[in-house]
């Protein structure tokens, strides 16, 4: 069974400052990777996806995150964070054949953007 | 532009007592899930649904039930309420496997 790993439980950085949020999955096959961001007390939102081709994707708010397939890694950066950016980030990993109902969550990054 | 819609948004139960929460969506979308958010457990698949009339069990089945009588509709049923299940609920779709989940804004339930 696929598995998801964040490394970071928790993220402080300061205003203006680069984060990276690191990601770790099991498997060595083929598989869908996506970031998701919750705000406080707000359901889960798509920052972005890799499905296939480029291993650099970029999503919304200015984040991107690269598929390192070797390294079984999916690591969300941004170059420069705001206040607006505190939220907890989820990294989650499907099997292309086996659909979204197997998609597994990490368990989360808060990531706290200080002045 | 309503997306997925989950009701109510807060519940205080008693242990023992029965509830049911709706989720509702508007984008014709053919899959549905219920997934419980616990502090430091990311978030868990409890059951989930690929069409109207069908059901499955996810990762963390016990003590619910789901129902799918409308494409539209994907509603959880608590039936005798334990303190364990105390968590956020969150409603979700996608159009098909694969595809991106859109979730609901969650349903904070506490059993006391």
């Known amino acids: 069974a696929q598995s998801v790993t964040q490394l970071d439980s928790q993220v402080p950085v300061f205003e203006e400052a680069p984060v990276e949020l690191r990601c770790n999955y099991s498997?060595?096959?083929?598989?869908?990777l996506f970031w998701y961001v919750q705000y406080p007390n707000q359901g889960l939102q798509l920052l972005l996806k890799y499905l296939s081709g480029s291993t650099l994707v970029k999503g919304i708010n200015g984040f991107e995150a690269e598929f390192n397939k070797s390294q079984t890694s999916f690591h969300l950066r941004k170059p420069s964070v705001h206040i607006s950016d505190t939220a907890e980030y989820f990294c989650a990993v499907s099997d292309p054949q086996g659909g979204s109902e197997k998609l597994v969550f990490g368990k989360g990054t808060k990531l706290t953007v200080n002045p | 532009n309503a997306g997925v819609t989950q009701t109510p948004k807060f519940r205080v139960l008693k242990t023992g007592q029965s509830m049911t929460l709706l989720c509702a969506q508007d984008m014709n979308h053919e899959y549905m899930y219920w997934y419980r958010q616990d502090p430091g457990m990311g978030l868990r698949l409890i059951h989930y649904s690929v069409g109207e009339g069908t059901t499955a069990k996810g990762e963390v089945p016990d003590g619910y039930n789901v129902s799918r009588l409308k494409k539209q509709n994907f509603l959880l049923g608590l039936e005798s309420a334990a303190p364990s299940q105390t968590s956020v609920y969150f409603c979700a779709s996608s159009q098909t496997s694969g595809n991106t989940i859109y979730f609901g804004e969650g349903s904070w339930l506490t059993v006391v």
């Open positions: 498997s060595s096959v083929s598989v869908y």
